[in-house]
């Protein structure tokens, strides 16, 4: 009954509502406990974060991404552990807690490394590098997100790709080169029109957050020359838009 009412709850999430799938969800977790079956337990309990996270619940999130955490742990498998800890540093970085995130997230890197993992390896070290940026550690922040876009691209992932190369748009934007952050927050937004993707879709970072920065930047350099290295970016493809980011 427990691995119906999973089956069931993906496909309504797959619609798009959450609401369904967090009724069908909170229905199995409890039969999954009583048998034993933390694993699937863990899993309902990162779903439910995920879901509660998307419904602006925080508190809530931080608590179930915890819970399965700590199941995680239980049952001891590294990759099961990393997964979890991506919910909880998702939680840290968005509630401010940046000093939690990075030792979060180095924890993922590490676990990733151990495992040769790609997908837990660009996830870390995305969450690092936002973390770091927080910090103000821009020179490591920029050396973990440009390994993150590596290893993103090597993945696979436009959704990782698009994220990163933001990122690394608000790092050069603080260490004083406007324009080629201009020509990276172009290209990335046109990879999030082509993936059909929101801003911040994997990283936390707040609109207003974003704009701030663009702001910042824009005001250092002639609001036309901005304007067109944005639209240059915009132009660009993929691999250009990587290459451009990764360029020392």
Do not use: C
């Amino acid at each position: 009954r427990a691995r119906a009412l999973t089956y069931v709850g993906e496909l309504i999430r797959h619609s798009d509502n959450d609401e369904g799938a967090r009724a069908l969800k909170e229905q199995a977790l409890p039969i999954f406990l009583e048998h034993g079956d933390l694993r699937m337990a863990a899993a309902h309990l990162r779903d439910l974060g995920e879901i509660a996270a998307a419904a602006g619940d925080r508190s809530e999130a931080r608590r179930l991404h915890q819970e399965s955490l700590a199941l995680r742990k239980q049952i001891g498998r590294p990759d099961g552990i990393a997964h979890a800890l991506i919910g909880v540093a998702d939680d840290e970085l968005v509630e401010g807690d940046y000093d939690a995130a990075k030792a979060t997230s180095l924890r993922i890197v590490e676990i990733a490394r151990e495992l040769n993992d790609p997908e837990y390896l660009m996830h870390g070290l995305t969450y690092l590098g936002e973390a770091e940026i927080h910090l103000g550690e821009l020179r490591e922040a920029a050396s973990h997100l440009r390994e993150a876009l590596t290893a993103a691209s090597a993945f696979g992932s436009l959704e990782i790709t698009q994220t990163v190369v933001s990122s690394l748009a608000r790092v050069y934007a603080l260490d004083g080169q406007p324009l080629r952050s201009a020509l990276l927050w172009g290209a990335a937004e046109a990879m999030r029109e082509r993936g059909g993707f929101g801003f911040g879709a994997f990283v936390p970072a707040a609109a207003a957050e974003y704009q701030v920065a663009i702001n910042a930047a824009q005001a250092h350099s002639a609001t036309e020359t901005f304007s067109t290295k944005w639209a240059e970016g915009r132009s660009l493809t993929v691999s250009e838009a990587i290459a451009e980011a990764l360029a020392s």
